[in-house]
């Protein structure tokens, strides 16, 4: 049984930081490919980072240079470093494993496996 525990969200004035992070027991980062997604009120879900094996990383354009995705593998805890966080960036934010590491199905909803139940960003201006 794989479970994922998102902690970490908050909420911070436009230009802050905050770093996600997502505990998980049944299933190693280390050996797999995983990612972060996140939903906005009235909005889709919708890919933000990924990470696959050998470290390689995706980005959505909306958070490229700004967003980190990591992965401490003796802790099994990933993370997403969120830095020039602006208002557009409000969201819950999902830890989330792949059925398939392609990457073009990285960013799909319908490619993850397991989801985690989620931590609140928001961001004001």
């Known amino acids: 049984q794989v479970q994922l525990v998102e902690s970490g969200g908050g909420s911070v004035l436009a230009g802050g930081s905050l770093r996600l992070s997502c505990a998980a027991s049944?299933?190693?980062?280390?050996?797999?490919?995983w990612g972060w997604f996140r939903q906005a009120a009235g909005k889709e879900r919708e890919g933000v980072a990924s990470m696959f094996s050998a470290s390689t990383t995706r980005y959505a354009d909306s958070v490229k240079g700004r967003f980190t995705i990591s992965k401490d593998n003796a802790k099994n805890t990933a993370y997403l470093q969120m830095n020039s966080l602006r208002p557009e960036d409000t969201a819950m934010y999902y830890c989330a494993t792949y059925r398939s590491c392609r990457w073009s199905l990285s960013f799909e909803p319908d490619n993850v496996n397991y989801w985690g139940q989620g931590t609140q960003v928001t961001v004001s201006s």
């Open positions: 049944g299933y190693r980062f280390n050996s797999n490919c």
